[in-house]
T-cell receptor, first 112, second 111 residues
Framework: DAKTTQPPSMDCAEGRAANLPCNHSTISGNEYVYWYRQIHSQGPQYIIHGLKNNETNEMASLIITEDRKSSTLILPHATLRDTAVYYC?????????????FGAGTILRVKS | DGGITQSPKYLFRKEGQNVTLSCEQNLNHDAMYWYRQDPGQGLRLIYY???????QKGDIAEGYSVSREKKESFPLTVTSAQKNPTAFYLC??????????FGDGTRLSIL
């Protein structure tokens, strides 16, 4: 699986958009970009994933650059409950036993 | 509501003792996984199972054992052979290799 690089931490004001970047310059053509988050002492929570088109769901939007070497997770209106560690993961989808390789992630602190 | 239930939330083990962590899911998922997370670290795969009565070792299987007798259940036993068992243990499930759903974890400590 391709390696990802994320900033170690970010702050965001409550109610503003949180934009979390991720670099994955060695991504392969069949690898998807997945985002998870982990709130302290809980299990990771799936947020969104995409291959090359931008994706949106009820939680977030995922913007993938045309060359697919980087992406941005957007939380449109961050709340205090969005404070968590956010993980960007690149992996081949639909492959049994394909473990999730979590790096250090980005600690997002939403402040009032 | 469908989900994954891990129990207990906190578990204490004495030296030389085996302990079993429970993981149950009612999502009708075929695949189930066990991960270990140490403080400030990412997740490491212990075991995974694609189907009932079948399971595969992950990256750090030594000192652990699993069973998959029912689709809904994937218990993890931490044996006395695991010399550094103190960690946060996470169970997950998925439909095939799609995104994984996680339980809220079991925190294991050594007395």
């Amino acid at each position: 699986d391709a390696k990802t690089t994320q900033p170690p931490s970010m702050d965001c004001a409550e109610g503003r958009a949180a934009n979390l970047p991720c670099n994955h310059s060695t991504i392969s053509g069949n690898e998807y970009v997945y985002w998870y988050r982990q709130i302290h002492s809980q299990g990771p929570q799936y947020i969104i994933h995409g291959l090359k088109n931008n994706e949106t769901n009820e939680m977030a939007s995922l913007i993938i650059t045309e060359d697919r070497k980087s992406s941005t997770l957007i939380l449109p209106h961050a709340t205090l409950r969005d404070t968590a560690v956010y993980y960007c993961i690149v992996r081949v989808a639909r492959e049994y036993g394909n473990k999730l390789v979590f790096g250090a992630g980005t600690i997002l602190r939403v402040k009032s | 509501d469908g989900g994954i239930t891990q129990s207990p939330k906190y578990l204490f083990r004495k030296e030389g003792q085996n302990v079993t962590l429970s993981c149950e899911q009612n999502l009708n998922h075929d695949a189930m996984y066990w991960y270990r997370q140490d403080p400030g670290q990412g997740l490491r795969l212990i075991y995974y199972s694609q189907i009932v009565n079948d399971f595969q070792k992950g990256d750090i299987a030594e000192g652990y054992s699993v069973s998959r007798e029912k689709k809904e259940s994937f218990p993890l036993t931490v044996t006395s052979a695991q010399k550094n068992p103190t960690a946060f243990y996470l169970c997950a499930s998925s439909i095939g290799g799609t995104h994984q759903h996680f339980g809220d974890g079991t925190r294991l400590s050594i007395l």
